[in-house]
């Protein structure tokens, strides 16, 4: 029976939780692209009915819009973790990416921006809770 170390656990689950990210992140992709095509259909039926429906396309648009944060959100915490990824797609400083991640979320929270700071407290969430167990 072979020993895994707590270090190699440690950086599977994170691994497991990147690509987790990187599935999320195009997920919300294409749900943008939904999103926009319905929006484009809803104008143009809003034009031929000459700006009469009652239906105008503006919530549509605010949904698309929120859709848009969290992806750019999803984006900007990707971005952030590829920074203390190696060569090997190992994070050997695994709790400094935390910190990194901890502290977007409190920037984000400080400007009042409780969307985007919930959207990281997700994954930092994540990330604290094996850093914990495994430790």
Known sequence: M???SKDAEVQEEL?????LLLRKRST??????SIRKQF???C????????NDEK?????????????????????IIDIINDFKDVYGYFPEYCEMYYTLHQTMLQFADNE???CAAFVKS???QISQIIRIKS
């Open 123 to 125: 994954w930092v969430d």
């Open 56 to 76: 105008s396309p503006i919530i549509t648009n605010k949904i698309y819009h929120k859709k848009f944060i969290e992806y750019d959100t999803h984006c900007h």
């Open 40 to 42: 484009e259909k809803q």
């Open 15 to 19: 691994i497991t939780i990147y690509e």
């Open 28 to 33: 919300i992709q294409n749900e943008l692209k």
């Open 44 to 51: 143009d039926l809003f034009i031929l009915n000459g700006y």
């Open 113 to 115: 921006d409780y969307e």
């Open 2 to 4: 072979a020993i895994i």
